[in-house]
Protein backbone atom coordinates (compact mmCIF):
# COMPACT_ATOMS: atom_id res chain seq x y z
CA UNK A 1 0.00 0.00 0.00
CA UNK A 2 1.56 3.33 -0.99
CA UNK A 3 1.80 6.54 0.90
CA UNK A 4 -1.02 8.06 -0.76
CA UNK A 5 -3.49 5.14 0.40
CA UNK A 6 -2.09 5.16 3.90
CA UNK A 7 -4.45 7.06 5.82
CA UNK A 8 -3.76 9.09 9.17
CA UNK A 9 -6.16 7.28 11.64
CA UNK A 10 -8.11 9.67 14.35
CA UNK A 11 -5.99 8.24 17.48
CA UNK A 12 -2.44 9.43 15.10
CA UNK A 13 -4.02 12.41 14.37
CA UNK A 14 -4.70 13.50 18.34
CA UNK A 15 -1.59 12.01 19.25
CA UNK A 16 0.69 14.07 17.09
CA UNK A 17 -1.83 17.20 16.92
CA UNK A 18 -1.49 17.34 21.31
CA UNK A 19 2.38 16.69 20.03
CA UNK A 20 2.45 19.67 17.86
CA UNK A 21 0.78 21.82 20.88
CA UNK A 22 -1.99 22.94 18.05
CA UNK A 23 -4.56 23.54 20.44
CA UNK A 24 -2.46 26.75 21.28
CA UNK A 25 -3.93 28.46 17.46
CA UNK A 26 -7.04 26.60 18.15
CA UNK A 27 -6.52 24.45 15.50
CA UNK A 28 -8.95 21.69 15.15
CA UNK A 29 -7.87 18.07 15.58
CA UNK A 30 -9.94 17.50 11.85
CA UNK A 31 -8.00 20.47 10.07
CA UNK A 32 -4.46 19.34 11.29
CA UNK A 33 -5.29 15.54 10.02
CA UNK A 34 -6.39 16.80 6.92
CA UNK A 35 -2.62 18.78 6.66
CA UNK A 36 -1.21 15.81 7.76
CA UNK A 37 -2.87 13.49 4.62
CA UNK A 38 -1.08 16.14 2.58
CA UNK A 39 2.20 15.58 4.33
CA UNK A 40 1.52 11.65 4.03
CA UNK A 41 0.90 11.45 0.82
CA UNK A 42 4.55 12.91 0.20
CA UNK A 43 6.64 10.25 2.18
CA UNK A 44 7.22 6.81 1.43
CA UNK A 45 4.88 4.92 3.83
CA UNK A 46 3.54 0.95 3.09
CA UNK A 47 1.96 0.49 6.51
CA UNK A 48 0.66 2.43 9.93
CA UNK A 49 4.01 2.15 11.33
CA UNK A 50 6.27 3.29 9.00
CA UNK A 51 3.74 6.32 8.36
CA UNK A 52 3.57 7.07 12.07
CA UNK A 53 7.54 7.02 12.40
CA UNK A 54 7.53 9.64 8.85
CA UNK A 55 4.79 11.90 10.33
CA UNK A 56 6.48 11.89 13.96
CA UNK A 57 9.76 13.13 12.54
CA UNK A 58 8.10 16.36 10.91
CA UNK A 59 8.58 19.70 11.91
CA UNK A 60 5.32 19.46 14.22
CA UNK A 61 4.58 22.64 15.86
CA UNK A 62 5.80 24.25 12.90
CA UNK A 63 3.13 22.27 10.79
CA UNK A 64 0.21 23.73 13.27
CA UNK A 65 1.45 26.97 13.14
CA UNK A 66 1.15 27.13 9.11
CA UNK A 67 -2.66 25.69 10.03
CA UNK A 68 -3.44 28.21 11.95
CA UNK A 69 -2.02 31.05 9.80
CA UNK A 70 -3.84 28.96 7.05
CA UNK A 71 -7.03 29.67 8.91
CA UNK A 72 -6.42 32.63 9.42
CA UNK A 73 -5.76 32.82 13.11
CA UNK A 74 -5.26 36.71 14.60
CA UNK A 75 -2.73 35.40 17.38
CA UNK A 76 -0.83 32.62 14.81
CA UNK A 77 -0.02 35.63 12.22
CA UNK A 78 1.09 37.78 14.78
CA UNK A 79 3.43 35.40 16.13
CA UNK A 80 4.15 34.83 12.56
CA UNK A 81 5.20 38.40 11.57
CA UNK A 82 6.69 39.02 14.90
CA UNK A 83 9.39 35.59 14.44
CA UNK A 84 9.79 35.40 10.59
CA UNK A 85 9.88 38.33 9.26
CA UNK A 86 13.12 40.29 10.49
CA UNK A 87 14.77 36.77 8.93
CA UNK A 88 12.85 37.40 5.95
CA UNK A 89 13.88 40.41 5.18
CA UNK A 90 17.32 39.50 6.09
CA UNK A 91 17.50 36.80 3.64
CA UNK A 92 15.71 38.92 0.53
CA UNK A 93 18.32 41.52 1.33
CA UNK A 94 21.08 38.97 0.65
CA UNK A 95 19.03 37.57 -1.93
CA UNK A 96 18.78 40.65 -4.10
CA UNK A 97 21.29 43.36 -3.03
CA UNK A 98 19.85 45.78 -5.92
CA UNK A 99 17.06 47.05 -3.17
CA UNK A 100 14.15 45.24 -4.47
CA UNK A 101 14.62 42.42 -1.45
CA UNK A 102 12.31 43.78 0.43
CA UNK A 103 8.97 44.04 -1.85
CA UNK A 104 9.92 40.16 -2.72
CA UNK A 105 9.84 39.23 1.05
CA UNK A 106 6.49 41.03 1.18
CA UNK A 107 4.82 39.76 -1.99
CA UNK A 108 5.69 36.35 0.07
CA UNK A 109 3.28 37.64 2.62
CA UNK A 110 0.43 38.48 0.30
CA UNK A 111 0.93 35.04 -1.05
CA UNK A 112 0.60 33.12 2.07
CA UNK A 113 -1.94 35.28 3.67
CA UNK A 114 -4.31 34.01 0.26
CA UNK A 115 -4.74 37.50 -1.41
CA UNK A 116 -6.15 35.04 -4.28
CA UNK A 117 -9.55 33.28 -3.60
CA UNK A 118 -11.07 29.97 -5.30
CA UNK A 119 -14.63 29.36 -4.82
CA UNK A 120 -14.94 32.28 -2.14
CA UNK A 121 -12.02 30.90 -0.04
CA UNK A 122 -8.66 32.73 0.33
CA UNK A 123 -5.71 30.41 -1.01
CA UNK A 124 -2.84 30.53 0.73
CA UNK A 125 0.63 29.34 0.24
CA UNK A 126 0.82 27.48 3.70
CA UNK A 127 -1.71 24.77 2.37
CA UNK A 128 1.61 23.62 0.68
CA UNK A 129 3.93 23.28 3.44
CA UNK A 130 4.43 19.81 4.72
CA UNK A 131 6.48 19.96 7.87
CA UNK A 132 9.48 17.69 6.09
CA UNK A 133 11.91 21.07 6.82
CA UNK A 134 11.64 23.71 9.08
CA UNK A 135 8.89 26.40 8.38
CA UNK A 136 11.87 28.84 8.52
CA UNK A 137 13.98 26.70 5.51
CA UNK A 138 10.83 26.68 3.68
CA UNK A 139 10.03 30.10 3.33
CA UNK A 140 13.56 30.94 2.50
CA UNK A 141 13.48 28.44 0.03
CA UNK A 142 10.91 29.62 -1.48
CA UNK A 143 11.67 33.15 -1.47
CA UNK A 144 14.90 32.04 -3.20
CA UNK A 145 12.72 30.35 -5.83
CA UNK A 146 10.62 33.48 -6.45
CA UNK A 147 13.84 35.68 -7.06
CA UNK A 148 15.00 33.31 -9.19
CA UNK A 149 11.81 33.43 -11.51
CA UNK A 150 11.44 37.03 -11.11
CA UNK A 151 14.72 37.09 -13.09
CA UNK A 152 13.79 34.79 -15.70
CA UNK A 153 10.93 36.83 -16.33
CA UNK A 154 12.85 40.16 -16.40
CA UNK A 155 15.28 38.02 -19.10
CA UNK A 156 12.48 37.11 -21.31
CA UNK A 157 12.33 40.77 -22.28
CA UNK A 158 16.36 41.24 -22.69
CA UNK A 159 17.43 41.49 -25.97
CA UNK A 160 19.29 38.11 -27.23
CA UNK A 161 23.09 38.77 -27.83
CA UNK A 162 23.99 38.59 -31.85
CA UNK A 163 25.58 35.17 -32.97
CA UNK A 164 29.13 36.06 -32.87
CA UNK A 165 28.85 37.66 -29.74
CA UNK A 166 31.72 36.25 -27.23
CA UNK A 167 28.53 35.66 -24.73
CA UNK A 168 26.21 34.29 -27.26
CA UNK A 169 25.03 30.99 -25.78
CA UNK A 170 26.59 28.15 -27.30
CA UNK A 171 23.43 25.86 -27.45
CA UNK A 172 19.22 25.78 -26.63
CA UNK A 173 19.65 26.76 -23.27
CA UNK A 174 19.16 23.80 -20.49
CA UNK A 175 15.62 22.72 -19.23
CA UNK A 176 14.91 24.56 -16.14
CA UNK A 177 15.23 21.38 -14.19
CA UNK A 178 18.39 20.26 -15.61
CA UNK A 179 19.89 23.49 -15.02
CA UNK A 180 19.08 23.74 -11.34
CA UNK A 181 20.24 20.39 -10.62
CA UNK A 182 23.47 21.25 -12.32
CA UNK A 183 23.47 24.69 -10.50
CA UNK A 184 22.93 22.86 -7.23
CA UNK A 185 26.05 20.27 -7.59
CA UNK A 186 28.01 23.16 -8.22
CA UNK A 187 27.20 24.94 -5.24
CA UNK A 188 27.54 21.49 -3.02
CA UNK A 189 31.01 20.86 -4.33
CA UNK A 190 31.47 24.94 -3.36
CA UNK A 191 30.28 24.00 0.09
CA UNK A 192 32.45 20.61 0.80
CA UNK A 193 35.58 22.89 -0.18
CA UNK A 194 35.01 25.95 2.06
CA UNK A 195 33.98 23.39 4.86
CA UNK A 196 37.25 21.86 4.19
CA UNK A 197 39.12 24.78 4.56
CA UNK A 198 37.84 26.19 7.71
CA UNK A 199 40.14 26.39 10.79
CA UNK A 200 39.74 23.21 12.95
CA UNK A 201 38.72 24.91 15.62
CA UNK A 202 35.67 26.45 13.51
CA UNK A 203 35.42 23.25 11.69
CA UNK A 204 35.09 21.91 15.58
CA UNK A 205 32.19 24.10 16.55
CA UNK A 206 30.25 23.32 13.34
CA UNK A 207 30.44 19.20 14.11
CA UNK A 208 29.51 19.50 17.61
CA UNK A 209 26.64 21.91 16.93
CA UNK A 210 25.23 20.88 13.95
CA UNK A 211 26.15 17.14 13.70
CA UNK A 212 26.47 16.03 17.16
CA UNK A 213 23.40 18.62 18.40
CA UNK A 214 25.38 19.87 21.10
CA UNK A 215 24.12 23.62 22.92
CA UNK A 216 26.26 26.16 22.72
CA UNK A 217 26.22 26.00 26.59
CA UNK A 218 27.83 22.82 25.96
CA UNK A 219 30.51 23.65 23.36
CA UNK A 220 31.01 26.70 25.60
CA UNK A 221 32.40 24.53 28.03
CA UNK A 222 34.41 22.37 26.24
CA UNK A 223 36.26 24.74 24.25
CA UNK A 224 36.15 27.28 27.25
CA UNK A 225 34.35 30.32 25.92
CA UNK A 226 31.11 31.79 26.93
CA UNK A 227 27.81 30.45 24.94
CA UNK A 228 27.61 34.20 23.67
CA UNK A 229 30.96 33.79 22.05
CA UNK A 230 30.23 30.57 20.51
CA UNK A 231 27.13 31.59 19.05
CA UNK A 232 29.27 35.00 17.56
CA UNK A 233 31.79 32.33 15.94
CA UNK A 234 29.43 29.95 14.44
CA UNK A 235 27.22 32.96 12.95
CA UNK A 236 31.10 34.26 11.60
CA UNK A 237 31.72 30.88 10.31
CA UNK A 238 28.38 31.04 8.40
CA UNK A 239 28.61 34.23 6.85
CA UNK A 240 32.33 32.91 5.80
CA UNK A 241 31.30 29.85 4.45
CA UNK A 242 28.77 31.91 2.24
CA UNK A 243 31.15 34.37 1.19
CA UNK A 244 33.68 31.06 0.20
CA UNK A 245 30.90 29.76 -1.67
CA UNK A 246 29.48 32.75 -3.48
CA UNK A 247 33.72 33.62 -4.79
CA UNK A 248 34.03 29.76 -5.52
CA UNK A 249 31.12 30.48 -8.03
CA UNK A 250 32.15 33.68 -9.48
CA UNK A 251 35.15 32.28 -10.21
CA UNK A 252 33.60 29.80 -12.59
CA UNK A 253 31.35 32.38 -14.35
CA UNK A 254 28.43 32.42 -12.86
CA UNK A 255 26.27 35.66 -12.40
CA UNK A 256 24.34 36.59 -9.39
CA UNK A 257 20.72 35.37 -10.57
CA UNK A 258 22.82 31.71 -11.26
CA UNK A 259 23.93 31.76 -7.79
CA UNK A 260 20.85 32.19 -6.03
CA UNK A 261 18.96 29.40 -8.25
CA UNK A 262 21.61 27.13 -7.26
CA UNK A 263 21.13 28.20 -3.47
CA UNK A 264 17.44 27.56 -3.58
CA UNK A 265 17.87 24.31 -5.67
CA UNK A 266 19.74 22.76 -2.57
CA UNK A 267 17.96 24.44 -0.32
CA UNK A 268 14.39 22.73 -1.83
CA UNK A 269 16.88 19.05 -2.12
CA UNK A 270 19.55 18.79 -0.04
CA UNK A 271 20.58 15.06 -1.48
CA UNK A 272 22.83 13.09 -0.49
CA UNK A 273 25.53 15.06 1.24
CA UNK A 274 25.78 14.19 4.71
CA UNK A 275 27.40 17.62 6.53
CA UNK A 276 28.60 15.05 9.16
CA UNK A 277 30.79 13.19 6.83
CA UNK A 278 32.18 16.40 5.59
CA UNK A 279 33.11 17.49 9.07
CA UNK A 280 34.53 14.16 9.90
CA UNK A 281 31.76 13.81 12.99
CA UNK A 282 28.89 11.36 13.88
CA UNK A 283 25.55 12.33 12.11
CA UNK A 284 22.87 13.77 14.41
CA UNK A 285 20.90 16.60 11.73
CA UNK A 286 22.14 15.50 8.25
CA UNK A 287 22.37 18.71 6.41
CA UNK A 288 21.65 21.56 8.89
CA UNK A 289 24.67 23.26 8.11
CA UNK A 290 23.85 23.71 4.85
CA UNK A 291 20.60 24.79 5.14
CA UNK A 292 21.75 27.38 7.65
CA UNK A 293 25.23 28.18 5.41
CA UNK A 294 22.70 29.41 2.85
CA UNK A 295 20.44 30.89 4.68
CA UNK A 296 21.36 32.43 7.91
CA UNK A 297 24.41 33.13 6.28
CA UNK A 298 23.34 35.75 4.97
CA UNK A 299 22.50 37.86 7.72
Known sequence: MGASMQRVGPELAARLHRRANAGRWDVPVADF????????????????????????????????????????????????????????????????????????????????????????????????????????????AILAQRHVDRVRAIRRFEPLPEENAPDAPASEAAEPDVESHRLGALVRAALAAALARLPPRDRLRLGWYYAQDMTLAQIGRALKEHEATVSRHLTRTRKALREDVERQLQERGLSHAAVAEGFAAVVADAGEMDVADLLGTEPARKNAVLERSLDEGMR
Open 33 to 140: AAALERSAAKVDAPDATTLERALGALHLEDLALACACERGHEAAWEHFVLEYRPALYRAAAAIDSAGDGRELADSLYGELFGLRERDGERQSLFRYFHGRSSLGTWLR
